[in-house]
Nanobody, 127 residues
Framework: QVQLVESGGGLVQAGGSLRLSCAASGRPASSYAMAWFRQAPGKEREFVASISLSGGRTSITDAVKGRFTISRDNAKNTVYLQMNSLKPEDTGVYYC????????????????????WGQGTQVTVSS
């Protein structure tokens, strides 16, 4: 089992940047595909980005493509979400998720693909 703790959220003006971190403990993060999801008030949780075991493969939702980047440092058991050119519509609680996998080809984009979740970190973008 793995425990996930997000950090790095906060209040930022539109056009600004934040970097979210997700620290994994309990088992090596290198055993897991990882992802970021977000949930705005009154809306369903939605996919933002996912990354394979090695970090060599990623998937990014169209709404943030070109602005957000997902990366990982398996030596530090940490996954990152670099968010640039933030918009008010990026506001929400951002969640880190993980699923144990055997290879590098599985890094789902659906909430149903993930077994473990962090508690979330709030991101607020003011206009």
């Amino acid at each position: 089992q793995v425990q996930l703790v997000e950090s790095g959220g906060g209040l930022v003006q539109a056009g600004g940047s934040l970097r979210l971190s997700c620290a994994a403990s309990g088992r090596p993060a290198s055993s897991y595909a990882m992802a970021w999801f977000r949930q705005a008030p009154g809306k369903e949780r939605e996919f933002v980005a996912s990354i394979s075991l090695s970090g060599g493969r990623t998937s990014i939702t169209d709404a943030v493509k070109g602005r957000f980047t997902i990366s990982r440092d398996n030596a530090k058991n940490t996954v990152y979400l670099q968010m640039n050119s933030l918009k008010p519509e990026d506001t929400g609680v951002y969640y880190c998720a993980a699923v144990q996998v055997l290879g590098d080809k599985y890094y789902p984009t659906s909430t149903y693909g993930y077994s473990y979740w962090g508690q979330g970190t709030q991101v607020t973008v003011s206009s």
